[in-house]
């Protein structure tokens, strides 16, 4: 997979699936945004499936099981955004 298609593609569908994990685990729009350094509007877009949709996922249903992996990690605390990113640029390295 090209950088190119993960900076453009994936990571904006993974950072999507974390914010849900996080809205899911019950934090707020503005805190986690501050926590994915993106802005509230992006989480709300992200909410509202009007952003981060990739067809990727469709095509490699095991790329997003893990990115919804280190989703989990990231709204339990037990893992920062850039070290998320890293795990997902590595992930995509291997697809």
Not at 39 to 61: L, M
Not at 69 to 89: F, R, S
Request: aromatic share 4%; proline share 3%.
């Amino acid at each position: 997979m090209t950088y190119d298609k993960v900076l453009i593609e994936v990571l904006p569908a993974a950072r999507a699936i974390i914010a849900k994990k996080m809205i899911s685990s019950g934090m707020n729009q503005k805190d986690i945004a501050e926590k994915l350094r993106i802005t509230q509007p992006a989480v709300s877009q992200y909410k509202r499936d009007t952003r981060g949709h990739a067809a990727i996922f469709d095509e490699k249903p095991e790329l997003r099981e893990a990115i919804e992996k280190i989703a989990e990690k990231v709204a339990n605390g037990e893992l920062n955004i850039d070290d998320a990113t890293g795990e997902i640029i590595d992930l995509c390295r291997n697809v």
